[in-house]
């Protein structure tokens, strides 16, 4: 890929999505987008960009986007957040506040994570369905579009699921596997760009949060997008509410504040300003 091209495509993630992509990190640009490149007829990544460069609002250039921001996601991945949703998150929320539960699947990408959350809650209350609200979003409309149809395949649901909840909570199908509509009906799902400033505004019907899960995305965000992101998150969050991160992100946003709630050798988020 040619320089003037590579970086008319570095500042157009930039801009549309907050994502960094370094010149070494090129090869991402090969594999994410080669596909595109034949599906649309074009000679190569460059008349890719060149195309983009007159299109910028167009369908191609929503492609790009999508192809390039959805990113690895399992069911139940790392598990430790989801016991942290059973054991300190829910109880403290029910504790605390007499009106429903609202959580947010943050960059929900195809939806394990969003879902993950869902069985969480149906196995830890009763009633869970009329008591916690649950919404994912993500940027990319093929990944949301995969999430809202709440089937997966033999492999993907091999990949985290226990298996008590694979035969409690998904319908097979050959060997596709389908979840049932008592936890497909929990989870809303909506487009929302995590770096947009008007993000805030997007969400107001769905929350205030009191548990945000926003995990393993900052780190693909140059550093002044980390901060609008999180302080995006806490404008969408009651103060006193939960953040979860990747383990290696913390967060620290321009306005917001935070501090850090152990629990067992990680760390939970709670906000204490919001900006």
Not at 50 to 66: F, H, P, T, Y
Request: with cysteine.
């Amino acid at each position: 890929m040619q320089e003037p091209q590579f970086e008319f495509m570095r500042e157009f993630l930039l801009q549309q999505s907050g994502l960094v992509v370094e010149e070494s990190k090129m090869y991402l640009l090969r594999t994410r987008l080669q596909l595109l490149v034949r599906e649309h007829g074009l000679a190569d990544l460059n008349a890719l960009a060149d195309k983009i460069k007159v299109q910028r609002n167009g369908e191609l250039a929503n492609q790009v986007v999508d192809a390039m921001t959805t990113n690895e996601t399992l069911f139940f991945r790392d598990q430790y957040p989801f016991d942290a949703l059973r054991d300190v998150m829910l109880p403290e929320c029910t504790a605390n506040n007499g009106s429903a539960i609202r959580i947010w699947s943050a960059a929900s990408s195809t939806g394990q994570e969003a879902y993950s959350i869902a069985m969480t809650v149906a196995e830890a209350l009763p009633g869970a369905a009329k008591r916690v609200h649950i919404v994912g979003t993500d940027i990319s409309e093929q990944a949301l579009q995969k999430a809202a149809s709440g089937k997966y395949s033999q492999i993907e649901v091999q990949r985290g699921m226990p298996a008590r909840l694979l035969i409690k909570y998904f319908e097979q199908d050959g060997n596709n596997w389908s979840l049932k509509p008592e936890i497909c009906n929990m989870v809303k799902f909506k487009g929302a760009n995590l770096v947009s400033p008007g993000l805030a505004a997007d969400m107001r019907a769905n929350g205030p949060f009191d548990i945000v899960f926003c995990r393993n995305v900052l780190i693909y965000f140059a550093v002044d997008a980390r901060l609008e992101v999180i302080d995006n998150l806490a404008r969408c969050m009651r103060e006193g509410g939960f953040l979860v991160t990747g383990a290696a992100e913390i967060p620290r946003g321009q306005h917001s504040e935070w501090k850090s709630v152990p629990v067992g050798n990680r760390n939970l988020w709670r906000l204490v300003k919001k900006p």
